[in-house]
């Protein structure tokens, strides 16, 4: 009897209008923004490996000259794009991709994309994941609004109750037809593109990156799912189809274009992040604080860079000075990601009531484009800083000028350029995805859950009429 149901309501759907050309539309629009996006990503790829190439070659060969003026002049390092971005850019346009590593600062992530970007920006980047997100349950509640409220209207819902039709193989049975539509529409695509993501990956890479992407079907599975389930309960609650059609897009506009940047500024609200100028004053004090204590504690010095310590120690106070200075970094900038981080966590539970922002989270996190892994970048670029730092103060105390009066004279060559070793970003598997989105992930198959039990509900109701 499923079977039959399915078939049934497949056959009609596929007849409609509606699927074919809002169906079309849907899957043009996904082959154009993976083609725009996979154009991107080798483009950016192109360019960070260059710049990444370019940027060594002149470290190396930058000729002799002081080690402090080196290490000022630092170097640049560039975030690898995730294969995946490709489907889920994420945050990426919003928190760049370059790290300026200069002596005795942290820099930020620098090259927005979005600065450069118009207002649009806001509403979201044309994307695989942006259309599964937003355009697709849009498409269910379109051909799906009247699957139940259709069959009573004409009378043959209560018909097909008194022949004995199960409720149970009723609801499996339009849910199954629906499902179809959208399998029909985005498997072979997605088929097509996970193929050609996993097939131009080095050989490491490859497991990890399908286990993302089947980790992504399950969580889209789950939030589309969502969408049919609730599409079916409405449609068989709903005093007529345009009643369940008004009230399946008034959930559509608040739970998909509302309730994100809703749930965005109240997370604003209630961790609030200091401005820029808040922050870059705070850190300045907190690094110039640490560093009086450091030269104090050290060389029994009142301020850094006292003249009462002689230059043949300089080498010596620009590492105790460096060092002083990583706690302060440290914590500033790990309690303003911490900060981040607790936005984030607030958020997902806005996926009771939209399911949208829960997937969002866990999408970004599986296509390697999140905060958390923008943040492990940063660190690991910091962690590259702190070591040119080392080895440039270790090469100043080697050749400390015993006499006092000829250190910034001193030139170091090529051997301490190529001691640097060349910053290689490994970049987190799946399973610190999972860690840092699993909450997301449980929300979906509760919301799911949930949407299941409403419609099975729904459905019974004419039984017990």
């Not at 070793?421 to 799946?430: A, G, H, L």
Request: with cysteine; proline share 5%; net charge neutral.
């Amino acid at each position: 009897m499923f079977a039959i149901i399915a078939a049934k309501d497949l056959r009609e759907l596929t007849r409609d209008g509606r699927l074919l050309w809002a169906g079309g539309l849907v899957v043009i629009l996904m082959l154009v923004a993976l083609a725009a996006g996979w154009n991107r990503q080798v483009q950016l790829n192109s360019e960070r490996s260059a710049g990444q190439a370019l940027d060594h070659d002149a470290w190396l060969h930058q000729g002799y000259r002081h080690p402090h003026d080196a290490a000022e002049q630092g170097m640049h390092v560039f975030k690898p794009e995730p294969s995946l971005a490709v489907f889920d850019p994420g945050i990426g346009p919003f928190v760049g991709s370059t790290v300026w590593l200069q002596a005795h600062r942290q820099s930020e992530v620098k090259f927005r994309p979005a600065q450069d970007a118009t207002g649009l920006q806001r509403f979201g980047e044309l994307s695989p994941a942006w259309l599964l997100q937003v355009l697709l349950p849009l498409l269910i509640i379109v051909i799906g609004f009247n699957s139940v409220s259709n069959e009573r209207e004409r009378g043959t819902l209560r018909q097909l109750l008194s022949l004995g039709v199960p409720a149970r193989s009723l609801l499996y049975g339009k849910a199954a037809a629906l499902a179809s539509c959208v399998g029909i529409l985005i498997a072979p695509v997605g088929l097509a593109f996970a193929v050609l993501i996993v097939a131009r990956l080095p050989a490491g890479e490859r497991v990890d990156v399908v286990y993302r992407i089947a980790w992504l079907a399950a969580g889209y599975g789950l939030y589309l799912g969502f969408f049919v389930f609730l599409t079916l309960a409405v449609s068989a609650l709903a005093r007529s189809s345009r009643t369940a059609l008004v009230l399946l897009l008034g959930f559509w506009v608040a739970a998909t274009l509302i309730a994100p940047r809703t749930a965005s500024e109240a997370t604003n609200l209630l961790h609030p992040t200091p401005s820029r100028l808040d922050f870059d004053n705070q850190l300045a004090h907190d690094v110039a604080d640490a560093g009086r204590k450091a030269w104090s504690t050290h060389f029994g010095a009142r301020t850094p860079w006292d003249p009462s310590v002689p230059l043949s120690k300089w080498g010596a106070a620009l590492k105790v000075d460096d060092e002083a200075g990583y706690g302060a970094l440290d914590e500033n900038f790990g309690r303003l990601w911490d900060t981040f981080e607790r936005q984030q966590r607030a958020q997902e539970w806005v996926g009771l009531v939209a399911p949208v922002v829960a997937l969002r989270g866990f999408s970004m996190g599986l296509a390697g484009t999140d905060f958390s892994q923008h943040r492990d970048f940063s660190t690991a670029a910091e962690a590259q800083r702190r070591k040119i730092q080392n080895i440039v103060s270790e090469d100043l105390i080697e050749h400390a000028d015993r006499l006092g009066n000829a250190h910034f004279t001193y030139r170091a060559g090529p051997e301490l350029w190529a001691s640097v070793p060349q910053f290689k970003y490994e970049r987190p598997s799946v399973s610190f995805a999972l860690a840092h989105h699993w909450a997301s992930l449980v929300l979906l198959a509760v919301m799911f859950c949930l949407s299941v039990a409403l419609a099975q509900y729904a459905l019974s109701r004419p039984l017990m009429r």
